[in-house]
């Protein structure tokens, strides 16, 4: 979920409580990413976003199953995805 810390005095109050000084800050679990730092983003969640290659919807897949079948469910195009 994405809070603006100008806006949104709780996000501001846990953004000063976590000692954070710049933006973008990621909370992911128990993590802080500080900047966009897309390997260690990439590293810490637990999917990726694919596109089916049929009709070119977005889809989250998982990152800790292996390789696996993706049904689109726009399309019904059934393909692997590893990660």
């Known amino acids: 979920m994405e ?41 810490l969640v637990d999917h990726r976003v694919v596109k089916c290659s049929q009709c070119q919807s977005r889809l989250r897949v998982p990152t800790d199953r292996g390789s696996i079948k993706v049904t689109c469910p726009k399309c019904k195009n059934v393909f692997d995805w590893a990660p």
Do not use: M, Y
Not at 3 to 20: H, I, S, Y
């Open 3 to 43: 809070k603006d810390v100008n806006n949104d005095p709780e996000a501001n109050a846990e953004f000063t409580r976590r000692g954070l000084r710049g933006v973008p800050a990621f909370l992911i679990g128990d993590d802080v990413v500080v900047g966009l730092d897309k390997a260690r983003i990439l590293q």
